[in-house]
């Protein structure tokens, strides 16, 4: 069922067509104020965005540049005063949207809606092709080293392929976020939407109404009716993020919708079916829910058909790096300098962390190393980890570093350390020089006993 939000100043001329649009069978929302329709398209995205804008050209302006940044989830239709189309240059400019003069018919108006979704579905399926394009992009964001993540990869793209319900599980920051967009964008509903709840974020009567929608009165303070997200998530994915924070009552309902895939308003009796996606995530143990009673185990049986389990970060090192790597180099691009590299400390100390707060923890770290370092190298002071206190800056050789079986030229280790140090700092001597433990005087006269010579070092020359 297409869906329409209505703008219009006056309230008789919205009252009038949304009930005209409503027995013609489109799901009708109304928007009273420009500020409304722009919050409610952002929450919601409709099909159709239908304005009665009368004479003013000023709120023309502003819908034309909301819908330029709605596309092309969202249609334009303008009802405007005989007369303004020629007085708006904009509008004779452009001609992707529907413009009505007014006096309308109702039937004509309708034609007008009907060619918009035509429109809107041309312009989806040209995206759609370059969606595929940008999933592969997507996956190249995705980093999977470690066999465990790959093995996380792996069962998300068969998920994707499938049209079963999927259950995401994984500490905080772990990526279950992520993982619930690549199998959506993945699957062959990823031209339909993609619609997330954060179950956790709101109470029962609230949670309720943004998912099943409700009429007008259902509840103090509901005085004109509302589109659920089930509604909205309509032939693509709808994402239930904590679900484990999902009240019994709650529960009860969704059950319903996962079974029947039908549901009522709140404060209506009309059943509405929809066709979507269900996939849920938690930080929380499921059984362990169900078994203090918190959760309901038909449900958690419904949401468990196929359950991708998203391991912590310390329980696949082999990603650290990796991930590193990559964040440093976005924000290094994001900030359009030169990438620093890690001090062997905070690599040191990176490695050994518990991270907590996974992936998203990491990221932050990362953010702040790159931000507060100051020098050529970024250390551990600046990541500021919370274990890293009172870790030793530089690899402790207690061990030593081991004697190859058929010894070694001490003065060509020594040499090669040097070089490695001053590769590392970006032949900085100074930097070099804090790499070794030794003053800037000392390396400077190693440097020069061992004949190394770097273009940048004019004296050297
Ligand atoms: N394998 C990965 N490669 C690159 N970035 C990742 C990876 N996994 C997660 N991220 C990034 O880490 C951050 C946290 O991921 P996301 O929000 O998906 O976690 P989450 O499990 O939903 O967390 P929460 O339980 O706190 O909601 C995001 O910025 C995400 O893009
Ligand atoms: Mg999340």
Redesign the pocket.
Known sequence: MSTILVFALQPDSRDQICEYLQRAGYQVQAASSEAETQEQLEKFGYDVLLADVEDSRAAVRALLQLHERRRPQTELVLLIRQGLLGRIPELAAEAIFEVVEKPYSMERLRLNIERALEARRLRYEAQSLRHERHLIHQTD????VSRA?KGVLKLANKVAQSDSTALLT??????????AGAIHYGSARAAGPFVKVNCAALPTQLLESELFGHEKGAFTGADRPRTGRFEHANTGTIFF??VGDMSLETQAKVLRVVQEREFQRLGSSRTIRTDVRLIA?T?KSLPDLVAAGEFREDLYYRLNVITVE?PALRDRRE?IMP?VD?FSRKLSGDLKRKRKEFSPGAIEAMLAYSWPG???EL?NVVERGVLLSDGALITVHDLGLPEAAGAPEQASYAGGIELPRGGADLKEVERSLVLQALERSDWVQKDAALLLGLSTRVLNHKIRRFGIRHPRWRRNA
């Open positions: 964001g995705f980093i999977a993540t994984g500490e905080t920051g772990t990526g279950k976020e992520l993982v993020d904590e995530a930080n998203i990603d991930l990559f996974n992936i998203r990221q």
